[in-house]
């Protein structure tokens, strides 16, 4: 019974037959592994043995032994392995401003040998981003968040304003010049004429599409009826030449923050502003219209709503972001009213520094001394030049950085506006619970009473009503989604602008004192002949 239960021996040809495969499998992989050391291409050899098996696992999915460079494992599979993962650093590369590679360049271990990439690589590559879809689209709005809009070759520019009409008909028309390289357009370059309203009409529909769902549409600039009344009267003075010119860059700088937004960029009422050349008339833009004064009636009642409704916050971010932005927008109204009168100041001086010119060259005319009327003469001169100067750093300090504190009060108002439209997502998907609620309740009194006539219609608004609920929350959470984002980019875009505004209002303060400086010096050893 023992000898039964013991297992038969292995025939001498079974194990002779096993050895002559296992010694087959071995001289095969040592010369497969010569050939990868003498050269071969790791990369198509890895990408076709992918594309030939289907079901072989994903990357991602195998077992950190088998992809980690510590392994103890063969000498070859520590290199394809290295490969392998280097192969999808490099796919990601393409599409990715936070290439993988940084992670061997900041790690203090020694880094893994790399084979250089051959280019007929290039279609498996391609056919490796058809497979992993996921991955290339994050990286995609990685690559566009932190491009914030510059990858977008477009230049627009606001000039050439021209008064059409007359009388309390007349308009000015202004000249959109655009120059892009991007293919959603039809020519390069292009140039349309445009009117005051038309700006208002695009900003309304742009406001119509976008700010509910949570994007920060850049406000267009305001009106102002006293200005324009002066421009179609047809007075010829200073302040009417300064408000048009006023007009002018307020409009410039609202189509370059538009057409900085990249999901405002891609609409098609934008591109047809920028090129077409006949646009449909602008309608309900004035300010004295019933639509606006239905404007201003909304507006109101919005306010009163925000008062009334009180949201339970259950995320930080929102709550203390709201909160940066409230202070945020007092302390550039503070701001701006101080660079107001900073700009008010200057302008006061240039006027007092032409009257103070002008009374030293009256009194150098009637002076007897030669040289004292000579040195009060050109005293008037230098402070002519100065006055020139006073002027120049008055409209720095205006358009350089009081229209820049303008801009983003009215920036920060659309910016708290999603807000409150979140709030009002917020609001409509706890009047849907609720009336989910009573939709319910309703249910079960039927059903307690029995009657079944009422039933099949009360289970239908029940289902209709969960479908809302669910769409609410879903609606709440995108617009959530999409604030955030906004945010950053909004965050990113102040940073950059306030930046270069700062430099370029420093250097015209140090060109300024700079000039004087070379005025009064040159006028000092005329001061010092004086006998």
Same mark, same amino acid.
């Given at each position: ?73 063969? &000498? ?111 020519? &390069? ?116 709503? /925000? ?19 409230? !202070? ?18 200057? /302008? ?9 010119? &002008? ?25 002519? /030049? ?52 009573? &939709? ?9 009473? !029995? ?52 430099? /370029? ?27």
């Amino acid at each position: 019974m023992a000898a039964e239960r013991e297992p038969p021996p292995f025939g001498d040809g079974d194990l002779e037959g096993e050895e002559e495969e296992d010694a087959a499998a071995a001289a095969a992989d040592d010369e497969e592994f010569r050939e990868l050391e003498a050269g071969e291409d790791l990369f198509v050899s890895t990408t076709s043995t992918l594309e030939s098996s289907p079901s072989s696992p994903d990357p991602a999915s195998l077992p950190a032994e088998d992809i980690s460079v510590k392994s103890n494992g063969p &000498k070859s599979d520590v290199l394809v392995d290295d490969d392998h993962e280097d192969l999808f650093a490099e796919a990601t590369e393409e599409v990715s401003l936070d290439s993988p590679e940084k992670d061997y360049r900041n790690s203090p271990e020694p880094t893994p040998a790399i084979t250089p990439v051959s280019p007929t690589l290039l279609a498996p590559r391609a056919e490796l981003k058809m497979s992993h879809p996921k991955m290339f689209e994050v990286s995609k709005e990685e690559l566009e968040e932190e491009a914030n809009g510059d990858v977008f070759d477009i230049q627009v520019s606001v000039s050439d304003p021209e008064k059409v009409g007359d009388g309390m008909n007349a308009y000015m028309a202004y000249s959109v010049s655009t120059k892009t390289t991007l293919s959603m357009f039809n020519s &390069k370059e292009f140039a349309v004429k445009r009117r005051f309203s038309d700006f208002l009409g695009l900003h309304s529909k742009l406001a119509s599409k976008y700010i509910h769902v949570g994007y920060i549409v850049p406000p267009a600039p305001e009106k102002s009826l006293v200005g324009m009344t002066k421009v179609k009267v047809g007075k010829e003075d200073p302040s009417s030449a300064d408000f048009v010119e006023k007009r002018r860059a307020s409009l410039e700088r609202y189509l370059q923050r538009t057409i900085k937004h990249p999901t405002l960029l891609q609409d098609p009422d934008l591109r047809q502003f920028l090129e077409s050349s006949e646009l449909p008339r602008a309608v309900s833009t004035q300010a004295l219209s019933g639509a606006g004064i239905l404007r201003m009636v909304n507006k109101a009642a919005d306010a009163v709503n /925000k008062m009334t409704i009180k949201m339970n916050e259950s995320d930080a971010w929102f709550e203390e972001k709201q909160q940066q932005f409230e !202070n945020l927008d007092q302390q550039l109204r503070k701001l701006q009213n101080s660079v107001d009168l900073l700009v008010c100041h200057r /302008k006061e001086l240039s006027v007092n520094t032409a009257a103070f010119a &002008k009374s030293a060259a009256m009194l150098g005319n009637s002076e007897d001394h030669t040289a004292l009327s000579r040195a009060l003469s050109q005293l008037a001169e230098v402070e002519e /030049k100065i006055d020139q100067l006073h002027q120049e750093q008055a409209n720095a300090d205006f358009y350089l950085f009081a229209e820049l504190l303008s801009d983003y009060v009215r920036l920060i108002t659309s910016v708290k506006g999603v807000f409150d439209y979140r709030m009002k997502c917020w609001q409509k998907w706890q009047d849907a619970q609720a009336t989910l609620q009573k &939709k319910r309740e309703a249910d079960a009194k039927l059903q307690y009473a !029995n009657k079944p006539d009422k039933l099949q219609q009360a289970k239908e608004e029940i289902r209709e009503w969960e479908a809302r609920v669910q769409q609410g929350e879903r609606d709440f959470e995108q617009i959530s989604k999409t604030i955030r984002k906004e945010v950053g980019r909004f965050e990113k875009e102040r940073v950059k602008d306030f930046k270069s505004v700062i430099i /370029k209002y420093l250097e015209s303060l140090v060109h300024t004192q700079q000039q004087l400086i070379k005025y009064w010096e040159a006028f000092l050893p005329e001061a010092k002949a004086i006998a």
